[in-house]
């Protein structure tokens, strides 16, 4: 993960433009990481009190209506601290009853790593539809952030609503690198094609390079087989960043077999 | 308390990251403003949020709403 990464993650967790950000611009990564956990920390602890109010709440009366309630006055920034107090199939249950898009807004919020258990307790269905509307969203970031955090069937429900484009961006941006091959054994051959396609029509080389440097044996395989079958167009762009030295020629090479 | 150092401190409750500590003066200042804010919107959403359920609540379940937000 970047410092651009982080920033963009700690601008969601406070609420704020990332443009506000900008005196933490020079900082490192991991340095961003740790303000950004202390922060999170803080404000969880600055009304502690009231979060448990809130998701005491929501076992006293029916599902229906806390998730009524729930999207029609709780901000998501609210929602996404009350979360990490939620039993997981109390969340479960909310999750389900909440909007996509409302859901969507909440993930921004929410740090995946503080709340495995309701990540872990919601639909891989649900999931991959909140996954959608993320990457609508491209928030990249936050995707790269929850793939650490949900389950194998959840990861295939939403690595099947990605394009080949946005498979590319997340990659670039993944928390947990060590799910690279999995991920690659759920791609379809559409999906492979319209990534070599997007990495050449959009100069996406560094992405494109990060997931071959992470795939490995069949995964790479599949992905060289098709580099093999694309169009010339692509092919000859691939060329031509690496004679611009855009892209590695180990990519290139690792593609070509 | 104007030293932004000790309102990191304050308002994290935890001794701020080296590289942040290393930042230039206004920053760290600008930065502990930004949590501040963060704090104090936070609080006031909450407070606003407890008003808008009690508000929207429906009647059979006020009661135990009332009860649980203001115990």
């Keep these: 993960m970047t410092t651009a990464g982080e920033l963009r993650k700690l601008a969601h967790g406070l609420d704020v433009p990332l443009a506000s950000l900008d005196v933490l611009a020079g900082l490192d990564a991991a340095t961003v990481r740790e303000l950004r956990r202390q922060i999170s920390d803080a404000l969880f602890e600055a009304d502690r009190a009231a979060f448990e109010r809130v998701a005491a709440l929501s076992k006293a009366i029916p599902g229906a209506v806390a998730a009524k309630l729930t999207q029609a006055v709780l901000p998501p920034i609210i929602a996404a601290r009350v979360a990490e107090l939620l039993e997981p199939a109390r969340a479960a249950d909310m999750v389900g009853r909440l909007s996509e898009s409302y859901v969507a807004e909440v993930s921004l919020r929410m740090d995946a790593t503080r709340a495995p258990h309701i990540v872990d307790a919601i639909p891989p269905a649900k999931i991959g539809a909140v996954a959608r509307e993320l990457a609508r969203r491209e928030e990249w970031v936050v995707i790269g952030g929850f793939v650490s955090a949900v389950s194998a069937a959840a990861l295939a429900a939403s690595v099947a609503e990605f394009s080949g484009e946005q498979l590319l961006r997340i990659g670039f941006v993944l928390d947990d690198v060590s799910r690279f091959d999995e991920i690659g054994d759920l791609l379809t051959t559409s999906q492979l094609d319209e990534l070599l396609t997007a990495a050449a029509a959009s100069s996406l080389w560094a992405e494109l390079a990060e997931l071959v440097s992470h795939l490995t044996g069949e995964r790479l395989d599949r992905l060289a087989a098709r580099y093999a079958d694309a169009p010339p167009s692509v092919r000859s762009a691939f060329d031509a960043a690496v004679e611009a030295g855009e892209l590695p020629p180990a990519t290139q090479a690792a593609l070509a077999g | ?71």
């Design chain 2, 1 to 71: 308390m104007s030293d932004p150092d000790d309102r990191l401190r304050e308002l994290l409750h935890a001794e701020p990251p080296a590289g942040v500590l290393a930042l230039p003066e206004d920053a760290r200042a600008e930065l502990a403003d930004l949590i501040a804010d963060a704090r104090r919107r936070q609080a006031k959403t909450l407070e606003e949020a407890f008003a808008a359920t009690l508000k929207h609540v429906p009647f059979p379940v006020r009661g135990i709403v009332k009860k649980v937000l203001l115990g």
